[in-house]
């Protein structure tokens, strides 16, 4: 179900309501209605939420992540604004789960994210469970036609490469894309061998995917970066997808599946930069921060910091040359 954005979440300090030098994202902030005509824009980021935990909840995890559109958008409204001149970030509401509906839900995100890349706006969706990247990544294959080949560049401790066959969940859905789609690749960057079992690391063999263990990533970003740039010129574009839990536990301990041994915060903010950066990248989502398990809102904030250097750093917002 398609919610429209409140204006009551973009609210925070306020330094000068003249000096745009000192304005933060809540003075600048536009709302968008999905459910109204809208013209396309030139240079425009919209966020959108999903909020969803049910594939968490069929995966045995712990809910909650479906409050995180609410709260990581209230963080991201205190943020100080520092776009280039003539950027546009708007707020385009949330798709909010409908009981017993996920794959209606996912679809309707699709919906959501097609519409905003074919009127010209980067989408930085919200999540959610990580069931909220089959949402993504069906908006994206709309938006792009059946004929042009999608990159999947996942952060993430986990493939997410389980079976499906009793419906899907928040580890099933690069399987079914992989299942579905001949023209998706998927490359994954945080891998943790304690938070995967063999079977999946065949699968992941077998299904070809690319993928780089965290503690390779850390000792060797710039080898990961060669790679991202190879997986990407394979590709006619590339969406990317961030799971929370791919962050050490003691950044981010607000997720379902907390990880002792997962990436930093600056080796995660310098991948993002990398990715968005490349020309080819169209979208990204990011998923699994759970509120109610986060402690000092660490994990919310570190969420909106991410999603805040997604928007400074996307190629497609940069001034033309």
């Known amino acids: 179900m398609y919610q429209q954005p409140e204006e009551s979440r973009w609210t925070g300090r306020i330094d000068s309501v003249k000096d745009e030098r000192a304005f933060r994202l809540h003075q600048r902030i536009r709302l968008l209605d999905l459910s109204q005509p809208f013209a396309p824009a030139e240079r425009a980021a919209a966020f959108i939420g999903f909020a969803c935990d049910e594939g968490v909840r069929r995966n045995q995890g712990r809910q909650g992540a479906k409050e995180a559109p609410a709260a990581v958008k209230a963080a991201l409204a205190r943020l100080p604004w520092h776009l280039p001149e003539g950027v546009e970030a708007y707020d385009a509401g949330d798709v909010v789960y409908v009981e017993e509906q996920l794959e209606q839900s996912q679809a309707e995100l699709g919906e959501a994210v ?6 010209n706006m980067a989408p930085i969706v919200i999540g959610g469970g990580h069931e909220t990247a089959y949402g993504h990544y069906l908006g994206v294959r709309k938006a792009l036609g059946r004929e042009r080949t999608i990159g999947i560049i996942n952060i993430d401790a986990h493939f997410d490469l389980r079976p499906y066959d009793d419906g899907p969940t928040s580890g099933t859905m690069f399987r079914q894309i ?4 001949e023209r998706a690749g998927y490359f994954c960057l945080g891998i943790q061998r304690l938070g995967n079992t063999a079977a999946l690391f065949a699968d992941a063999e077998a299904y070809g995917c690319r993928y780089v263990l965290e503690d390779e990533l850390t000792a060797n970003v710039d080898a990961a970066y060669e790679q991202i740039e190879e997986f990407a010129a394979k590709h006619d574009a590339v969406m990317l ?6 962050i050490s536990a003691a950044a981010a301990p607000g997720v379902s599946a907390p990880s002792p041994f997962g990436l930093s915060p600056a080796l995660a903010r310098a991948l993002i930069r990398r990715i968005v950066s490349h020309p080819k990248t169209i979208s990204i989502d990011l998923c699994e921060v759970n509120p109610r398990l986060d402690e000092g809102g660490k994990t919310v904030a570190l969420a909106a910091a991410f999603c805040m250097e997604a928007l400074l750093h996307f190629r497609r917002l940069q001034p033309r040359r």
């Open 241 to 246: 997808t961030i799971c929370m839990d791919a």
């Open 114 to 119: 097609a519409r905003l890349l074919q009127n």
């Open 178 to 181: 992989l299942d579905q789609d």
